[in-house]
Structures are given as C-alpha cells and as structure tokens.
C-alpha cells in the first residue's frame, strides 16, 4: 500500500522573523527530512485548526528546515501570526512542480515580484545565486506597497543587489522620508532594455493584479508565453489532484504546477481573480 | 465460464452475505437506497429495475472519513470484504472513473484504494430506464459491459447469474451446488430483455438527440450564456453534486479529539460560492453561472482530456433531484442548437 498523503510530518516552529506590518517567516524544522525544489509548495497544518499552502522561501539546499513566509490575510494565517516558538506543525508535500532552473541555465532570468510573492521568489533567487556563473544574468525588479512592506529588507536593500552577476530594482506604491528609489507600481520600472528578450524567462509572482498587469507588459516587449513563468495561487488542498478546489480549466494547480508558463493557462478566463 | 440459471434469490444472496457483508437495494419511496442485507428479514431483498438513488461512491469515497492522525499516525482502519448487490452499468461506469482519479500512479488515495479492493461487484441488468436515464449519451447500455464481479439478469422464471472476473467466478465454483445449467430459450429472454430497455432509452431521449459529439459541444459553450440562463433556476442546494457518482471533490479539514488530532476528508462540492476563493479574498468563479460551466466542463471536456473519458455516466440523478429542474440533456440541447445556428450559412445578401 502507498503511504498516506494525507498524513502530515510532525514538526515544529524554531524561529519567527517578523518581516513586515502583515508578513512573519516562519523557519519549520520537520522530524523527517523534507527534500524540495524550488516553486513546490507543502501544506502546512496547524494541528486541531487546519491547513494551508504555502511555497518555502528558503533554499531547498537546506532540507533540514525550511522557511515559510506568511501574510496575514484570512484565518488560517491569522492563527499562525499568533504562533510561538516551538509550537508544533504538521507539513504535508512537498506537491506540484516548482520553477525549471535547468530550463533556465545560459539565460537571463527576469523576476518580477510583488509584495509577498517575495516569498517564492527568495527560494529561487538563492537557488540561481547558489550557480550564478550558469546564468547569463539575474535580472529582478521588485515591488511592495511602501518601504516597510517590503520583505527580506536586509537582504533585498544591500547583499543581495551586491551580487556579481545580480541586477536589481526595487520600486514602492507609495514612499516614505528616507525612500531614495523608484515610487511606482512594479510595472513602471520594467523596460524592454533589461534583458535580451530573445534568450530570457521571465518568472512573475505577485499579488494577482500585479501579475496580470506584469505578463501583459511582458508580452507587450516581446516575450512569448511560453517564457513567462507564473506561480499560482489557488486554493490547494489535498496536493494530490483530486479535491477540485485549485482547478483552472483543466489544470490542478497543486499537481501541474503551481509554476505554469502563461502559454499553457493564458486561455482560461478566471486566471487572474 | 459460462452463465448459470437460479430461480430463486434468496439462496445465492445468503451464500454471498455468509463471506462478506452485503448490501442490497430496498425501496424507499419511489427509490431504492442500499442497507445491509438481512437473510432472517420477512422481505429479502429484491431485484432493482433501475439504478438505486444513492451511488455506489458512498461505498468507496464515504461522506466523512478519517484521513489522518497526528502527531502519532495511526494504524489504517481495517476494511473487510463487502459486497454491493444490484448495481446497474452506470454505477459500474462511475466506478472507473473515480478508479481513474484515486488510483492514478504516483498520487494514489490509499483511502479508496483499500475500499476499492474489498468490494465485490455484483452487478445487474436494467429493465425499466427512468424518464432522466440518458447513458446511451455516454454510450452506454442497459446491462453491465464489465468491471462487474458477478451479474444478475432477470428472466421470467428466474435469474442468469454470469462473472465477470476470476473472483466471481471462483464464487460460483465454490457454490455450483447452488446454480443449474441455462435453458436455452432463457438466453434469449435476456438479449431480448436487455435490447428492449436499450430501445426504450433511445426512445426516451430522442428529443434531446445532438448532432455533435459531446466534447466538441460543451467547449463550444465557453461563450455561451446558457449557463447564466439555468442559474438563474439554481438554488444552490448542491445536491447535484452530492448525488451524482463521479463528482469526486472533497474537502480536507482539522479536528481536536481529546489526545490526538485528526485531518478529515469530506465530501465538497464545486459549485458552493466559496469553494474556489483563497484567503486573499480572490474568488476564480464568484458567479453561479461560471460554476455551473465549469462543473460541466470539468465531466465533458477537462476529464476526457486527462484521462480519456467522460466524467459523466448519463444515470441521470441529477435531473431526479435538482429543485430547479435544470437538465443536463436540455444545457447540451441548447449548446447544439446555438451551435448550429452558429454554422449555418447565412444567407447571401443581392446587392
């Protein structure tokens, strides 16, 4: 008989990182190893209270623990900003299929991501910076509603944009005081000079809207869909392909992706809300 | 291993609720529901003519089940063999798709799985189609194909007992005492039986006869405002989901018991509001109408694709049930039509 995928591995909660106003990082220790890639995500339990799904941010080269970023937007995320240290948590996965890396080796890659789509984006930024030297760039433009809404700020405002090989701009709705840097939604620091289009994916994760406007503007320079990677979020439960509630069109978010090329879902109406 | 004759029920029912517990059809109503098979009961069990109210997915995929325990995982509760007597073509068909879904390699529901392997099919032919019975839209027949264990076909002066698999057929060895030899002219009576019914079904369906193949239709419906149009009718009782034998959602859900937890698997449905929404508030299909579409959609276009057949079986329980007489047949009737409105020539304008 199979093992039981619906069965969580027990772990528990190490480390909370508050990271903004409605963001906290979680770092999960499981009792068994959780071996990931890059865009899969796992189904964190909440023992006696539920579960939801959420991509790690860390780099699946630590498979002894991994780093949830979680914003605070119903109510499963509610209790989990309540957590302490040490509380106990079930981890079920990891499910779907994450980001092509090796589709990507002597490419550029552009990201562009929002607000906590950071969360996902950070997995795969570690990942490319762990082999820069088999990309031609990394070439990210990032966004968040102001200067604290960022996450990851002490990474995102000098290691990380220090890195050989590493291009990168951030960008707020609204600044504050200290704000140095671009003011506008992520789409307006995008031109078609960042990359050589010809040879470059693009990966976008974001708040749905910013998703939307980000491949529209994509497509306008001259990306082909089949270049455009997405992570979807959709209401993925049992992360095997048969409860239904993450469905687009013919696709199950939590087993076909949930990174798709915009090729494969452009056709389905409902992919945005 | 050829067919055998019994002219009695009861002998062959007992024989099988010795092995294993055994559910049969009994009438409520104007329905047949199953309940565990009584052979001491005044009123045995009878033959049903059409396929019973409740599915055969109640069996395999129960309402509310255990799905894990934590933080210490429990052994697996135990299924024994069981056995489902009556079950007619469309509950057979119903069984293989969901057999398509819970048993797929490499995401396998060990759940179903384990249910599925204890269950002995004893299947029978249909003799009186219900008035929203459309299986021959899904090519389907009035008598089980396959996938059956042991079937049951009614004849006038008894009942041709025939398996299906080496588990039935190792049945009827170990209880040959019980069964004679066909008469002939009895053979017969079953071909003639099984194509009157399959005639009656034609007959009953003729109006809704489409002229193109099924897939093709419904996706043609994409733009279509048919599905706005019957959600107008819907009140939103999912019971069409409920009843129907393939829809195979759930829900997964947390519970504190005294010393443990418990992760539960529930029946759920596609097309309640906030099915689909995520904690952000989006919501892919707010509006009933784009429900509806897609949960035909997924049985006649999304499945056949993943999976190579039909996610519906034409058993026609949705109809029976909806309060608002919305009719698969009629959604499909009407796509054709606009469909060939759609390609019609239109008509040369003389300048």
Redesign the interface.
């Known amino acids: 008989m199979s093992k039981n995928p619906y069965q969580p591995v027990n772990g528990k909660i190490t480390e909370i990182i508050d990271e903004s106003p409605t963001v906290k990082s979680f770092v999960v220790v499981p009792e068994k190893k959780i071996k990931f890639e890059t865009g899969q995500f796992v189904e964190l339990t909440l023992p006696g209270e539920g579960e939801a799904p959420f991509t790690p941010s860390s780099s699946p080269s630590d498979s002894e623990k991994m780093e949830i970023s979680i914003m605070k937007a119903g109510r499963m995320t509610g209790l989990l900003h309540q957590c302490k240290k040490g509380q106990k948590v079930g981890i079920r996965g990891p499910f779907g299929k994450g980001y092509p890396v090796n589709d990507f080796v002597g490419r550029e890659v552009y990201i562009v991501g929002g607000g906590v789509g950071l969360a996902p984006i950070r997995s795969l930024f570690l990942t490319l910076v762990g082999r820069i030297k088999d990309f031609k760039s990394v070439v990210c433009r990032f966004g968040a509603k102001t200067p604290e809404d960022f996450i990851y700020k002490n990474a995102l405002f000098g290691p990380w944009q220090k890195i050989t090989g590493v291009n990168m701009k951030l960008t707020v709705d609204k600044a504050n005081g200290q704000w140095k840097d671009n003011v506008g939604v992520v789409t307006t620091i995008l031109s078609p000079q960042d990359v050589n289009i010809g040879n470059s994916a693009a990966v976008v994760c974001g708040p749905p809207i910013m998703m939307k406007f980000a491949t529209l503007k994509l497509l306008e320079f001259g990306f082909k869909p089949v270049n455009i990677y997405l992570s979807m979020e959709k209401n993925m439960s049992c992360g095997i392909g048969k409860c239904g509630h993450c469905m687009i069109g013919k696709y199950y978010v939590c087993k076909d992706g949930p990174v798709f090329t915009y090729e494969q879902i452009k056709d389905y109406p409902d992919i945005w809300a | 291993m050829e067919p055998v004759y019994i002219s009695n029920l009861k002998p062959f029912l007992d024989a099988v609720a010795e092995r294993m517990s055994l559910y049969v059809p009994k009438k409520t109503g104007q329905h047949y529901t199953y309940s565990k098979y009584d052979p001491d009961s005044k009123s045995p069990a009878e033959l049903n003519n059409i396929r019973t109210c409740t599915t055969v997915k109640e069996f395999l995929f129960p309402v509310c089940e255990l ?2 325990i ?2 210490e ?1 429990a052994e ?1 509760e135990e299924i024994k063999p069981f056995a489902v007597f009556g079950l007619k073509e469309c509950d057979l068909r119903s069984i293989e798709i969901l057999d398509k ?2 048993t ?1 390699e490499e ?5 179903y ?2 249910r599925r392997e204890n269950m002995f099919i004893i299947a029978s032919d249909c003799f009186e189609p219900g008035e929203s019975c459309f299986c021959n839209f899904f090519n389907g027949k009035a008598f089980a194909q396959n996938g059956f264990d042991i079937n049951v076909s009614k004849i006038r002066d008894g009942f041709i007992i025939e398996a299906g698999s080496e588990k039935g057929e190792d049945f009827i060895e170990k209880h040959s005492r019980l069964f004679n030899k066909v008469p002939d002219r009895l053979l017969g009576e079953r071909d003639k039986n099984r194509d009157k019914t399959q005639k009656q079904l034609e007959e009953n369906n003729a109006k809704y006869k489409l002229d193109v193949p099924i897939k093709e239709l419904t996706e043609s419906g994409w733009e279509s405002d048919v599905f706005d149009v019957e959600a107008k009718n819907c009140v939103e009782c999912q019971a069409c989901t409920r009843i129907c034998p393939t829809c ?9 018991q005294k010393d443990y ?1 418990a ?1 539960m ?1 529930m029946w ?1 449905g ?1 097309l309640r509001q906030a ?12 509006i009933l109408g ?1 429900r509806i579409k ?1 949960r035909l ?2 049985k006649l ?2 499945f056949v ?2 999976y190579g057949l039909d996610m519906c079986v034409g058993c026609g329980r949705c109809i029976d049930t909806c309060a608002g007489e919305i009719d698969m047949r009629s959604i499909l009737k009407k796509l054709n039509e606009e469909l060939k409105d759609k390609n019609r020539p239109k008509a040369k304008v003389i300048k």
Do not use: Q, S, W
């Open positions: 799905a894990a934590f933080p995982p697996p879904v819970f797929e995401f396998e529901d060990p759940l799985i384990k195979h959602c759930f829900y997964l859900y947390d519970t504190k937890f992760k698997k759920d596609c099915y689909a929404a995520v904690a952000g508030g989006a919501n892919p299909r707010k784009d897609h959609m997924h276009v999304y694709d993943r």
